[in-house]
């Protein structure tokens, strides 16, 4: 009998099963929303290490859902406000009781709270979201940069903070450096939802009835609003980007071309005159976003 009949079959890992088997499904069905619904967030998320990756999309793809369910597929199958509110009341409930229990059987809820549970982080970040969720139901007509803020904070910062607690994952605690980490984590979620609002002025007004900016009529939008309206997002690309070196490496590098792609959204809206903002939806072609990204991935994740 020669050797090579002597040899044992290479052993093979055993199939996943149960509980580990659905928690595989979930985090591959929260892979699935990402690269379904966001170019410039999930070709970010890729440069991530696999831990961090699955945990940005175990995050976004909760906040997907819910905004879907706000004034998504939701509202185009015909339910009324009301009805999409109590849906939404029932995705909080079901997510604090997974919170609670590591389990649901909702697979978009079930990854998010593993996520959670593993990351350090619970009903503080989620309801400010959920509120904020809850606002957009009805028109939005903000009378105070206050009210503006509250409305940020709960829609876009609590995400950031929702993902650096994921990129802190095994790190000692730090409070002088989780301090300035949590500032340039709502700094840039903010400059980014404020980048939003303003590239759809046009669209959330007419179809929507909401005027996020404080005493911005879109229909007399000027360039002075929207050079404003730019430098402080400009000013909160700026803070955020002082602290993106700091980032582990195995997010650094996501994290910088994210704020680079939405950073040249910002300097294409300035260059874009203030009344056609709202006959158009500036983009950045394909072609730019994959030259911002591999610029960032040269430099090392510097933004």
């Known amino acids: ?53 699955e945990h940005l999309a175990e995050v976004y793809a909760l906040v997907r859902i819910a905004d879907e369910l706000v004034d998504g597929p939701a509202e185009e199958a015909g339910l009324p406000a009301e009805r999409r509110r109590e849906l939404l009341d029932a995705l909080e409930a079901e997510t604090e009781s997974a919170f609670e229990s590591g389990y649901s059987a909702n697979l978009v809820v079930h990854a998010f709270a593993r996520a959670a549970r593993r990351s350090g982080f619970d009903q503080e970040l989620t309801r400010p979201f959920f509120a904020s969720m809850r606002r957009d139901l009805d028109p939005i007509d903000f009378g105070s940069e206050r009210e503006l803020d509250e409305y940020v904070y709960g829609s876009a910062e609590v995400v950031g903070l929702m993902c650096l607690r994921g990129f802190a994952v095994g790190l000692p605690p730090a409070p002088e450096r989780d301090a300035r980490w949590e500032r340039g984590a709502r700094a840039l979620g903010s400059a980014f939802q404020r980048v939003n609002f303003l590239r759809d002025l046009g669209e959330d007004a007419a179809l929507r009835g ?15 609003e929207q050079l404003r309206i730019l430098d402080g997002i400009d000013a909160e690309l700026a803070e ?20 680079g792609l939405f950073g040249e959204l910002s300097a294409r809206l300035r260059r874009t005159p203030a009344d056609e903002l709202l006959a158009q939806r500036v983009r950045v072609p394909a072609p730019r976003k994959l030259a911002i990204v591999a610029r960032v991935v040269a430099r090392g994740g510097r933004p």
């Open 1 to 53: 009998m020669t050797r090579t009949e002597h040899r044992r079959p290479a052993t093979q890992p055993a199939p996943a099963t149960g509980l580990a088997l659905y928690d595989r499904t979930a985090a591959e069905g929260s892979a699935r929303v990402i690269r379904a619904y966001s170019t410039s967030f999930g070709l970010a998320s890729r440069l991530c290490s696999p831990d961090v990756r």
């Open 210 to 224: 909401r005027r996020y900016f404080p005493g911005v009529d879109p229909a007399r939008f000027s360039a002075a």
């Open 240 to 259: 955020a980007a002082a602290v993106i070196p700091e980032l582990p490496r195995g997010c650094r590098v996501a994290v910088a071309a994210a704020h």
